[in-house]
Protein backbone atom coordinates (compact mmCIF):
# COMPACT_ATOMS: atom_id res chain seq x y z
CA UNK A 1 0.00 0.00 0.00
CA UNK A 2 0.98 3.62 -0.13
CA UNK A 3 1.01 6.30 2.93
CA UNK A 4 0.90 9.98 1.17
CA UNK A 5 1.21 13.05 3.86
CA UNK A 6 0.82 17.02 3.14
CA UNK A 7 0.24 19.48 5.85
CA UNK A 8 -3.44 20.39 5.72
CA UNK A 9 -3.36 23.84 5.31
CA UNK A 10 -0.86 26.89 4.58
CA UNK A 11 -1.40 30.41 4.38
CA UNK A 12 0.98 33.06 2.01
CA UNK A 13 0.81 36.79 0.41
CA UNK A 14 0.19 37.90 -3.16
CA UNK A 15 3.35 37.94 -5.10
CA UNK A 16 5.05 35.58 -2.33
CA UNK A 17 6.68 31.93 -2.89
CA UNK A 18 4.80 28.74 -0.89
CA UNK A 19 6.25 25.63 -1.09
CA UNK A 20 4.02 22.70 -0.16
CA UNK A 21 5.56 19.45 0.91
CA UNK A 22 4.81 15.76 0.11
CA UNK A 23 6.36 12.56 1.75
CA UNK A 24 5.03 8.99 0.56
CA UNK A 25 5.96 5.82 1.50
CA UNK A 26 5.01 3.39 -1.22
CA UNK A 27 4.58 -0.43 -2.40
CA UNK A 28 5.31 0.52 -6.05
CA UNK A 29 6.64 3.71 -7.52
CA UNK A 30 5.86 4.80 -10.66
CA UNK A 31 5.93 8.26 -10.61
CA UNK A 32 3.98 11.06 -8.42
CA UNK A 33 1.45 14.09 -9.27
CA UNK A 34 0.47 17.62 -8.52
CA UNK A 35 -3.02 18.39 -9.28
CA UNK A 36 -4.68 21.58 -7.85
CA UNK A 37 -8.23 21.75 -7.13
CA UNK A 38 -10.42 24.47 -6.56
CA UNK A 39 -13.35 23.78 -4.31
CA UNK A 40 -16.31 21.63 -5.75
CA UNK A 41 -14.39 21.24 -8.87
CA UNK A 42 -11.77 18.40 -11.16
CA UNK A 43 -8.41 18.28 -10.02
CA UNK A 44 -6.43 19.84 -12.73
CA UNK A 45 -2.95 18.22 -13.44
CA UNK A 46 0.09 20.46 -12.60
CA UNK A 47 3.39 18.38 -13.07
CA UNK A 48 4.52 14.77 -13.09
CA UNK A 49 8.05 13.67 -12.05
CA UNK A 50 9.50 10.45 -12.45
CA UNK A 51 12.92 10.90 -12.09
CA UNK A 52 14.88 12.74 -9.30
CA UNK A 53 15.09 16.44 -9.94
CA UNK A 54 13.24 19.39 -10.50
CA UNK A 55 10.65 20.18 -13.29
CA UNK A 56 9.70 23.92 -13.77
CA UNK A 57 6.83 24.79 -15.49
CA UNK A 58 6.37 28.43 -15.25
CA UNK A 59 5.32 30.10 -12.02
CA UNK A 60 5.07 25.75 -10.44
CA UNK A 61 7.79 23.78 -10.03
CA UNK A 62 8.06 20.43 -8.62
CA UNK A 63 10.74 18.38 -7.32
CA UNK A 64 11.24 14.50 -6.47
CA UNK A 65 13.61 12.54 -4.37
CA UNK A 66 12.57 8.60 -4.56
CA UNK A 67 15.72 7.72 -2.73
CA UNK A 68 13.99 10.11 0.16
CA UNK A 69 10.52 9.34 -0.38
CA UNK A 70 9.57 13.43 -0.90
CA UNK A 71 8.55 15.48 -3.58
CA UNK A 72 7.63 19.61 -3.15
CA UNK A 73 5.13 21.75 -5.44
CA UNK A 74 6.70 25.82 -5.85
CA UNK A 75 4.62 28.03 -6.25
CA UNK A 76 6.25 31.43 -7.27
CA UNK A 77 4.56 35.25 -7.61
CA UNK A 78 1.68 33.68 -6.10
CA UNK A 79 -1.92 35.28 -7.27
CA UNK A 80 -5.35 35.26 -5.73
CA UNK A 81 -6.56 32.74 -8.06
CA UNK A 82 -3.72 30.53 -6.62
CA UNK A 83 -5.80 29.72 -3.59
CA UNK A 84 -7.22 25.96 -4.03
CA UNK A 85 -5.94 22.32 -2.39
CA UNK A 86 -3.03 20.69 -3.56
CA UNK A 87 -3.22 17.33 -4.06
CA UNK A 88 0.09 15.17 -4.31
CA UNK A 89 -0.39 11.35 -5.98
CA UNK A 90 1.63 8.52 -6.16
CA UNK A 91 1.32 6.07 -9.20
CA UNK A 92 2.04 2.38 -8.33
CA UNK A 93 3.03 0.39 -11.28
CA UNK A 94 -0.31 -0.22 -11.78
CA UNK A 95 -1.27 2.87 -13.23
CA UNK A 96 -3.26 3.07 -10.19
CA UNK A 97 -3.46 6.74 -8.25
CA UNK A 98 -3.03 7.00 -4.40
CA UNK A 99 -3.88 10.98 -3.60
CA UNK A 100 -2.98 12.49 -0.67
CA UNK A 101 -5.74 14.75 1.56
CA UNK A 102 -4.74 17.71 -0.09
CA UNK A 103 -3.01 20.81 0.97
CA UNK A 104 -5.17 23.69 1.18
CA UNK A 105 -3.31 27.15 0.23
CA UNK A 106 -4.49 30.78 1.25
CA UNK A 107 -3.25 33.41 -0.89
CA UNK A 108 -3.89 36.94 1.00
CA UNK A 109 -4.15 40.64 0.16
CA UNK B 1 -11.92 21.86 -19.86
CA UNK B 2 -10.22 18.70 -19.82
CA UNK B 3 -12.38 17.09 -22.51
CA UNK B 4 -13.50 14.65 -20.06
CA UNK B 5 -17.53 15.11 -19.97
CA UNK B 6 -19.82 13.76 -17.22
CA UNK B 7 -23.39 13.41 -16.77
CA UNK B 8 -25.45 14.52 -14.99
CA UNK B 9 -24.11 17.39 -13.44
CA UNK B 10 -26.03 17.04 -10.49
CA UNK B 11 -28.12 14.24 -8.76
CA UNK B 12 -30.57 14.26 -5.47
CA UNK B 13 -31.93 10.71 -4.45
CA UNK B 14 -33.30 8.80 -1.65
CA UNK B 15 -31.93 6.05 0.48
CA UNK B 16 -32.44 2.80 -1.45
CA UNK B 17 -32.13 4.37 -4.55
CA UNK B 18 -30.26 3.24 -7.70
CA UNK B 19 -28.44 6.00 -9.80
CA UNK B 20 -26.16 5.88 -13.05
CA UNK B 21 -23.40 8.26 -13.61
CA UNK B 22 -21.81 8.11 -17.41
CA UNK B 23 -18.66 9.11 -18.51
CA UNK B 24 -17.53 10.10 -22.08
CA UNK B 25 -13.32 10.29 -22.07
CA UNK B 26 -11.08 12.25 -23.64
CA UNK B 27 -11.03 11.64 -27.46
CA UNK B 28 -8.66 9.00 -27.84
CA UNK B 29 -8.22 8.18 -24.35
CA UNK B 30 -8.59 4.08 -23.38
CA UNK B 31 -8.84 4.08 -19.68
CA UNK B 32 -11.07 5.51 -17.35
CA UNK B 33 -10.65 5.83 -14.16
CA UNK B 34 -13.67 6.30 -11.06
CA UNK B 35 -13.06 8.23 -8.31
CA UNK B 36 -15.11 9.18 -4.60
CA UNK B 37 -14.79 12.68 -3.10
CA UNK B 38 -15.97 13.12 0.21
CA UNK B 39 -15.53 15.47 3.03
CA UNK B 40 -14.19 13.18 5.29
CA UNK B 41 -12.13 10.84 2.72
CA UNK B 42 -10.45 12.95 0.08
CA UNK B 43 -10.39 11.40 -3.07
CA UNK B 44 -10.75 7.37 -3.83
CA UNK B 45 -9.92 5.46 -6.46
CA UNK B 46 -12.87 3.04 -7.00
CA UNK B 47 -12.44 1.45 -10.45
CA UNK B 48 -10.33 1.24 -13.62
CA UNK B 49 -10.98 0.38 -17.16
CA UNK B 50 -9.05 -0.50 -20.23
CA UNK B 51 -10.18 -0.57 -23.59
CA UNK B 52 -13.52 -2.36 -22.28
CA UNK B 53 -11.72 -4.28 -19.47
CA UNK B 54 -11.32 -3.88 -16.02
CA UNK B 55 -7.92 -3.25 -14.96
CA UNK B 56 -7.47 -2.20 -11.15
CA UNK B 57 -10.31 -1.81 -8.60
CA UNK B 58 -9.47 0.27 -5.09
CA UNK B 59 -12.34 1.01 -2.22
CA UNK B 60 -15.19 -0.19 -4.03
CA UNK B 61 -18.37 -1.32 -2.30
CA UNK B 62 -19.97 -3.98 -4.34
CA UNK B 63 -23.26 -2.39 -4.09
CA UNK B 64 -21.08 0.07 -6.93
CA UNK B 65 -20.30 -1.51 -10.57
CA UNK B 66 -19.23 -0.07 -13.11
CA UNK B 67 -18.39 -1.08 -16.89
CA UNK B 68 -16.70 0.77 -19.91
CA UNK B 69 -18.78 0.58 -23.50
CA UNK B 70 -17.34 -0.74 -27.17
CA UNK B 71 -17.76 3.48 -27.61
CA UNK B 72 -15.24 3.53 -24.74
CA UNK B 73 -17.37 5.70 -22.45
CA UNK B 74 -17.69 4.28 -19.01
CA UNK B 75 -21.02 4.31 -16.56
CA UNK B 76 -20.58 3.88 -12.44
CA UNK B 77 -23.76 2.32 -11.15
CA UNK B 78 -24.48 2.62 -7.87
CA UNK B 79 -27.48 1.02 -5.54
CA UNK B 80 -29.03 0.86 -2.40
CA UNK B 81 -27.89 4.39 -1.66
CA UNK B 82 -26.62 5.27 1.91
CA UNK B 83 -26.33 9.29 3.23
CA UNK B 84 -22.75 7.94 3.56
CA UNK B 85 -22.67 7.61 -0.27
CA UNK B 86 -23.10 11.54 -0.79
CA UNK B 87 -20.16 12.60 -2.69
CA UNK B 88 -19.09 14.14 -5.48
CA UNK B 89 -17.85 11.64 -8.09
CA UNK B 90 -15.44 12.19 -10.59
CA UNK B 91 -14.37 10.67 -13.73
CA UNK B 92 -10.81 10.35 -15.37
CA UNK B 93 -9.31 9.31 -18.83
CA UNK B 94 -5.79 8.28 -20.23
CA UNK B 95 -4.59 7.53 -23.32
CA UNK B 96 -2.69 4.34 -21.81
CA UNK B 97 -3.18 2.22 -18.61
CA UNK B 98 -0.48 4.41 -16.93
CA UNK B 99 -0.68 7.86 -18.60
CA UNK B 100 -1.40 11.16 -16.99
CA UNK B 101 -5.06 11.38 -15.69
CA UNK B 102 -7.20 14.31 -16.87
CA UNK B 103 -10.19 14.63 -14.90
CA UNK B 104 -13.85 15.50 -15.65
CA UNK B 105 -16.07 18.38 -13.78
CA UNK B 106 -17.98 15.10 -11.66
CA UNK B 107 -21.41 14.36 -10.91
CA UNK B 108 -22.25 15.80 -7.34
CA UNK B 109 -24.71 13.09 -5.67
CA UNK B 110 -27.17 13.77 -2.89
CA UNK B 111 -28.75 10.83 -0.99
CA UNK B 112 -31.37 11.89 0.88
Known amino acids: GQNIDQPTEMTATEGAIVQINCTYQ??????LFWYQQHAGEAPTFLSY????GLEEKGRFSSFLSRSKGYSYLLLKELQMKDSASYLC??????????FGAGTQVVVTP | DSGVTQTPKHLITATGQRVTLRCSPR?????VYWYQQSLDQGLQFLIQ???????AKGNILERFSAQQFPDLHSELNLSSLELGDSALYFC???????????FGPGTRLLVL
Open chain 1, 89 to 98: AVRDSWGKLQ
Open chain 2, 49 to 55: YYNGEER
Open chain 2, 27 to 31: SGDLS
Open chain 1, 26 to 31: TSGFNG
Open chain 1, 49 to 52: NVLD
Open chain 2, 92 to 102: ASSVEQTGTQY
